[in-house]
């Protein structure tokens, strides 16, 4: 009979925390000399440490070959798991410092006053209702610099804000949106109007909260960015509390600027009027501000929801993931002014001129320049930090009819980016023989139309051409070198009748003039959208029937000069986000189309069915996108060789003439 003894392997003696740490740090160096120094310690030291730790485990955590050191199975293991040891004890010692403190039970919030009016009490009841034993308290403060001191003398336990800091106590994390308008009395003529620019208030009686309160830091940073300020404004008053500047605007007829919160119920009862303003139709940001020391546990404690006592910091926080999801940005939203970001000793500016080339009545275009332009999202996005520190901008946005002369300006360094439909976009890719200041990068698309409807030729009513076969022999006028353009050159092609129809040149007057299509130039007619569905709803002209043989996706792009992008790649970075932004306001504010109509003289019925809008049950056209689709551009590439006179668009190398990664990382900023 067989006698099997076991034997208890002995247990590992109880470990030091401080031994915990040595070996972290070696572990993440891997070298005991680096530790030492981290540490503050001698090498001699640290390797006791590391023997002592050895000792009481009962095996090696570090294998030692010559001067390498390398972590063990064990060492491995201890590696992933000991950091859950220190965060234990600095809870434990967390907690026990509140407890020291009186602060058990306890919640002190600060906040400004437009957050505590009209977006913290909801959050707050739910708060005591859920925790009934904590008592809390909210001060408010008339500045956000009084906050942000508070908040690093620890005067308050978590705080909340329309402007961040770049404090470096202070974690601030975007919570929620916040907009800021303009106000007027009910009875003020102004309040008929649903949307201004400050342009057009600059004459009018203003009010203003002093300086340092939130919605003033918010004016300033935004009229500095438009080259402006206070200063032009001839009739400006600054009063001290919210209660002043409404008996400005009620019984003085003043124009005042604040946040939605600040007259939230003055707008309920109709006494007072929000007008939105142009600059500012992105919204602005809440944040949550809390101490960085905290941070790490708080997360760590939030995430896994063990029987860790939750102290009443993170219990609010806790509770505001659960209604406002941390970082949930509702698309793109305006920067913050940084208060701290005062230079004391600036340096001369440095001016960096760009020149945009747009086509702002090209609707499928107007994201790209017309919008950006009247929203003044550019001169938020660009850069100013950095190397940009000291940067003044000075913008130009030269618009053109068509692609042709953006093309030419690309190319004679007179632009700096471009806004093209595909044809003329790939024109403008064309660089055999060209400086390095004259190529050429594509950044982004604009607008796509995946079935290629865009493009049209159109006839006079009383032509009796039916077809496309019926232009044989006939004279048809495109504006060169645009979209339209290409469609006509592809179409006849496939109609073989290139050779047979007769193309002259369709000029365009100034863009800021309205078109209108000669009746007697030619026998038909070709552009692209919106153009041609303005003169056949005008009633002069119909549509050629069967005029379509091919039916590739047409769209617009974003081309940047390569000396440009080389030089300046944050720029670009900045012209993307702005155009991301303006892409979003006008697929998610109801006035955008009534808005644009006016701003292009086209009616708003052509404007939604051209670019789709979120607004409008029936979608447009065109559909607002950035990502670049080289297999479109291949497709056009393919066709449009084989047409005489285009035999140079072989050699576009879209490998390195399309540069999507400035979208992958305007997305990571």
Known sequence: ????????????????????????EVARHLSFTDAADVLNLTQPAVSAKIKSLESELGTSVFSRVGRKVELTEVGRFLLEEAPKLIQVENQLLQGIEEIKQGKVGNLKIGCTGAIAEGWLPNILFNYRQKYPEIQTQCVVFESVEALYRAMTDRQVDVGFSDVSSDGSDIHATCIDGIHYSAFVASTHPLAKQSWLSIQDLKQSAWVVLPEGSPSRLVLESRLSELGLSLAAFPRLETVDTVSLMRTYITQGSYVGFASEFDFKLDCQSKNVTAISLQEFALAG???????????????????????????????????????????????VRLRSPNFLLRDSNPRKPETLTLSIGVQNRTIPAITAGLIMQRLGLLEHFLPKDGRYSNTQYQIRWPDFATGAPIIEGLHSGKLDIGILGDYPLLLSA?????????KTRLVSFVSSNPDGSCNAMIVPNESN???IEDLRGRVLAVPFHSSAHGMVMRSL??????????????????????????????????????????????????YLCNQRLENLPVFYGVVVRAALADAYPEVVIGYLKALTAAQQWYDKTPAALKLVSQWTRVDPAIVSQTLSTSYHNQPGRFFSETTVRPDWLNLHIQQLTQIPGNECLKAINLNQWVQSDFIQQMHQH
């Open 1 to 24: 009979m067989l006698l099997v003894q076991c034997r208890r392997s002995p247990s590992p003696k109880s470990m030091e925390i401080y031994q915990i740490k040595v070996f972290l």
């Open 285 to 331: 940001n809440i944040y949550l501000l809390t101490s960085k020391q905290l941070e790490s546990s708080n997360e760590t404690n939030l995430k896994t929801q063990k029987a860790i006592h939750l102290n009443p910091v993170q219990k609010f926080v806790a509770l505001i993931q659960q209604t406002k999801p941390m970082n949930s940005a509702s698309g």
């Open 430 to 438: 064309i660089q055999a023989e060209k400086t390095d200041a004259q």
């Open 465 to 467: 051409l039916e077809s």
């Open 493 to 542: 092609q496939a109609a073989n009748l290139l050779s047979d129809v007769q193309l002259t040149s369709l000029e365009h007057p100034k863009p800021s003039k309205k078109f209108e299509f000669p009746t007697d130039l030619a026998d038909s007619y070709a552009h692209f959208a919106p153009f041609h569905d303005v003169a056949c709803r005008e009633g002069n002209f119909r």
